[in-house]
């Protein structure tokens, strides 16, 4: 019954952030200056009372309670509103992109957890040389995300897969390396390792299922570093999913599909967050 | 001990780059039209871009304006960040609850993605000095959050402290208390959470110059210098153009090295 109540407030709670998230997404668009700004005023073609018209529904539409009504009302029909740029129901433009970006993250992150592990259980447990060993890991988190992107295309190899892997892979072996030097130096796998237990056993029976609460919470991490990636990963290599969409609305000043893309990002954030916390039964039990 | 050598390597750069601007017969901005995309030569060092352009002198005045931004908004993250966190730990429940809610809705969103919105929101027409300054006035206010979460959970810490129900209990007023024992042992916190901040925003600069919301030009950045490397004409006629993503990682390396070592000390 706790438990219940505990995932029901933790739910309530990651609904309002992302409430929220999608309030201050259109404040923010609300405010920024030529906002309202429609290059059919521009235009000879249209007479002058067409004009004053047109001005005056961008008066009307000025005021934030109409614009947040505007929004509620696309999002209770489903169809996410109307794209500025492209002129089509956002959750169309969404739909596609969607799929393409999730694959490429899934693999990114997969590729990324199996490159950290690889690296960080090795490493973890040599008793000199860590540091000079870790060093590909700490340079690959100096380079940028665009610059590692950008390289890729100009050496051709490579692709969106690759750099969003190494990017995960290095901040995951950063932390599982901390997390397995201390797993494996805990007095009970002394004890362990004394006694002559074999490493296949020590690191799936022991230190894997104790490390469990972190890696959980390291995976909620990749999936936050992965999104954060995306936008200049798939703007540089012209992968054609959200984040690719969410620049161009950005650029764009797209209101409704921009408050649709970050109330996608949010829920990946809140959601992972939301499942990957194990804090959430040992709270409740 | 260990500090001193990237403090020493970091010193030893700054000095480079400014005596290279301040001896450097050419400005940042200075086409030389009868060198367009020139190689490596006594006149230039390093080359030049495809206006023409020293390349050396505007990696160097890149590293100066990239270095002085990152620590002025990094100051003022931690000013927030501080401000923040203690605001809510010494606040009521309640209001601790909606400061930490704030939080989180900053923290909802993948941090590039927020910056880019934000950037890209800004004024359209603006010199490269307000874009600079926007640039690093959008990372400062949006860089907070994380920072803030560690020093609030640190002066919970220290608000549960025995020596600060001494100073309660021995009639020490809020402002004694918080200038002459909180903020003493806060310094400890905010001092890694301050270098923390400064390879994440020079990072976040390149990445936003690279998707062209950084600062603009003709004022050198590391963002705008790293689209240099999208002209394959140029990587076919000097590898200098790899210069500034070279010197890019090797300071991040430095200040990475720095923050790491630092923190254990505090």
């Known amino acids: 019954m706790k438990l219940v109540g505990t995932i029901a407030v933790r739910a309530g709670r990651t609904l309002l952030l992302l409430l929220a998230a999608a309030l201050g997404t259109i404040l923010l668009v609300r405010f920024a200056p030529g906002y309202f700004s429609d290059p059919r005023e521009m235009d000879a073609k249209y007479s002058a009372v067409a004009r004053t018209e047109m001005q005056a529904e961008t008066g009307r539409s000025r005021l934030v309670n109409r614009i947040l009504l505007d929004e509620a009302e696309s999002w209770l029909k489903g169809d996410f509103g109307e794209s500025r740029q492209y002129h089509i129901p956002v959750v169309k433009l969404i739909g596609g992109r969607a799929r393409v970006s999730v694959i490429l993250l899934a693999k990114s992150i997969l590729m990324g957890w199996l490159l950290a592990l690889c690296a960080a259980l090795p490493i973890a447990s040599l008793r000199g040389g860590r540091v000079l060993c870790s060093l590909p890991f700490t340079v690959l988190l100096a380079i940028p995300t665009a610059a590692m992107a950008t390289a890729c295309i100009v050496s051709d190899s490579g692709g969106p897969v690759l750099v969003l892997s190494l990017l995960v892979g290095a901040r995951d072996f950063k932390f599982l390396r901390s997390l397995l030097e201390g797993a494996w130096r805990s007095p009970h796998l002394l004890q362990a390792r004394a006694q002559g237990l074999p490493t296949r056993a020590l690191v799936f029976q022991h230190i894997l299922p104790n490390a469990a609460p972190q890696l959980y919470a390291l995976a909620t991490l990749s999936i936050v570093t992965a999104l954060g990636a995306l936008v200049p990963v798939e703007v540089i290599f012209t992968v054609p999913g959200v984040g690719q969409l969410g620049w161009s609305a950005v650029m764009n000043r797209d209101l409704p599909v921009l408050v649709a893309v970050s109330f996608l990002m949010a829920c990946v954030v809140g959601v992972a967050g939301l499942f990957t916390s194990r804090s959430l039964t040992s709270e409740a039990v | ?266």
């Open chain 2, 1 to 266: 001990m260990k500090v001193r050598l990237p403090m020493l390597l970091m010193a030893l750069l700054v000095l480079g780059a400014s005596l290279t601007l301040t001896l450097s017969r050419y400005g940042y901005s200075f086409q030389d039209r009868d060198a367009i995309q020139a190689a490596s030569s006594p006149l230039h060092w390093s080359g030049t871009d495809e206006l023409g352009r020293d390349r050396t002198v505007r990696v160097a005045a890149a590293l100066l304006i990239g270095l002085t931004g990152a620590s002025l908004a990094g100051a003022i993250t931690t000013l927030i960040a501080a401000a923040f966190g203690l605001l809510a730990a010494f606040s009521n429940r309640a209001i601790a609850a909606l400061l930490i809610f704030v939080s989180d809705v900053f923290l909802s969103l993948p941090w590039l993605f927020l910056l880019m919105m934000a950037r890209s929101l800004m004024p359209l027409t603006a010199s490269p000095l307000e874009t600079a300054v926007a640039t690093f006035l959008v990372l400062a206010l949006l860089g907070w959050p994380a920072c803030a979460r560690a020093v609030y959970s640190g002066a919970l810490n220290l608000r549960n402290a025995e020596w600060m129900i001494q100073g309660h209990a021995c009639g020490l007023r809020k402002r004694q208390l918080l200038r002459m024992h909180l903020l003493p042992h806060l310094r400890p916190l905010l001092l890694p959470q301050f270098l923390i901040c400064l390879p994440a925003f020079l990072i976040a600069e390149a990445n936003l110059g690279a998707l062209g919301l950084g600062i603009g030009e003709p004022l050198p950045s590391w963002g705008a210098m790293l689209l240099e490397m999208d002209n394959s004409a140029m990587l076919m006629s000097s590898h200098w153009v790899y210069l500034p993503i070279i010197l890019l990682v090797i300071v991040l390396l430095i200040l990475e090295s720095i923050s790491t070592q630092v923190e254990p000390h505090a």
